[in-house]
C-alpha cells in the first residue's frame, strides 16, 4: 500500500529532551510537510521541503528542526527549545513542490512533553 | 501575516439538517482546498477549487470559492451521522513559497 507513515502513534519525553518524529512516503512525492495541531486549532506550518535537501521555514519553526537526505524521508526533532511541544504532530506529502496538488497526511504523532 | 478564518467555530446540526461553513482569507489566494478531520483521525483531502467564482459538487456537498479568490464555503445538504468531523479549509498562496495556509476548522456534531 501506499501512503505516508508517521511513528510512533504517541511518544513521550522528559522536558529538556530533544525528541525526532519520523515520517515515510513511498508516494514519491517531492514536496513534504510538517504541521502541528493542538487541541481545537487548526493547522500550523513547521517546516516544508520542495525537494531534497532543501527545506524552508514555516509560520512556526523555532524550535524545531528538520532533515531531507531521501526523498521519501523527512524527520522532525523537536528540540528542547521549543518551550510548548505537546501537540498532535502531522506530516503530509503532496506530488509536486508547486502548491495546487492535494496534500496527502500521515496518521500523526501525538507528543507529550512532561 | 496572512490568515485564513473560518466560521463557525462549532455546528450542532440534526440528522438531515444543512450545513455551511466558511473560509475567509485576509490576502488573495491562488487556490483553495478543503480537508476533512475525522475524530482522533488525520486530515483526509476533499476537494481543490482555482477559478475565480467556481462551484464543485461532489454528492450532498457543495463547493464554492468566491469571484475575488479571498473566501470559499462548503456546504452539506441533508447531513448525515458520518458527516462528524472537522472541516478545514487550505488556502494555498501566490507569494510563490508553495505553502498551505490552513483555516481554523468547523467542528460539526450531527445528532441522530
Known amino acids: 500500500d501506499g501512503g505516508i507513515t508517521q511513528s510512533p502513534k504517541y511518544l513521550f519525553r522528559k522536558e529538556g529532551q530533544n525528541v525526532t518524529l519520523s515520517c515515510e512516503q513511498n508516494?514519491?512525492?517531492?514536496?513534504m510537510y510538517w504541521y502541528r495541531q493542538d487541541p481545537g486549532q487548526g493547522l500550523r506550518l513547521i517546516y516544508y521541503?520542495?525537494?531534497?535537501?532543501?527545506?524552508q521555514k514555516g509560520d512556526i519553526a523555532e524550535g524545531y528542526s528538520v532533515s531531507r537526505e531521501k526523498k521519501e524521508s523527512f524527520p522532525l526533532t523537536v528540540t528542547s527549545a521549543q518551550k510548548n511541544p505537546t501537540a498532535f504532530y502531522l506530516c503530509?506529502?503532496?506530488?509536486?513542490?508547486?502548491?495546487?496538488?492535494?496534500?496527502?497526511f500521515g496518521p500523526g504523532t501525538r507528543l507529550t512533553v512532561t | 501575516g496572512q490568515q485564513v478564518m473560518q466560521i463557525p467555530q462549532y455546528q450542532h446540526v440534526q440528522e438531515g439538517e444543512d450545513f455551511t461553513t466558511y473560509c475567509n482569507s485576509s490576502?488573495?489566494?491562488?487556490?483553495i482546498q478543503w480537508y476533512k478531520q475525522r475524530p482522533g483521525g488525520h486530515p483526509v483531502f476533499l476537494i481543490q477549487?482555482?477559478?475565480?467564482?467556481e462551484v464543485k459538487k461532489q454528492k450532498r456537498l457543495t463547493f464554492q470559492f468566491g469571484e475575488a479568490k479571498k473566501n470559499s464555503s462548503l456546504h452539506i445538504t441533508a447531513t448525515q451521522t458520518t458527516d462528524v468531523g472537522t472541516y478545514f479549509c487550505?488556502?494555498?498562496?501566490?507569494?510563490?513559497?508553495?505553502?498551505?495556509?490552513f483555516g481554523t476548522g468547523t467542528r460539526l456534531k450531527v445528532l441522530a
Open positions: 477549487l482555482v477559478k475565480s467564482g
Open positions: 490576502t488573495t489566494l491562488s487556490n
Open positions: 521541503s520542495q525537494i531534497v535537501n532543501d527545506f
Open positions: 508516494l514519491n512525492h517531492d514536496a
Open positions: 503530509a506529502s503532496s506530488i509536486a513542490p508547486v502548491g495546487s496538488y492535494e496534500q496527502y
Open positions: 487550505a488556502g494555498g498562496t501566490t507569494s510563490g513559497t508553495y505553502k498551505y495556509i
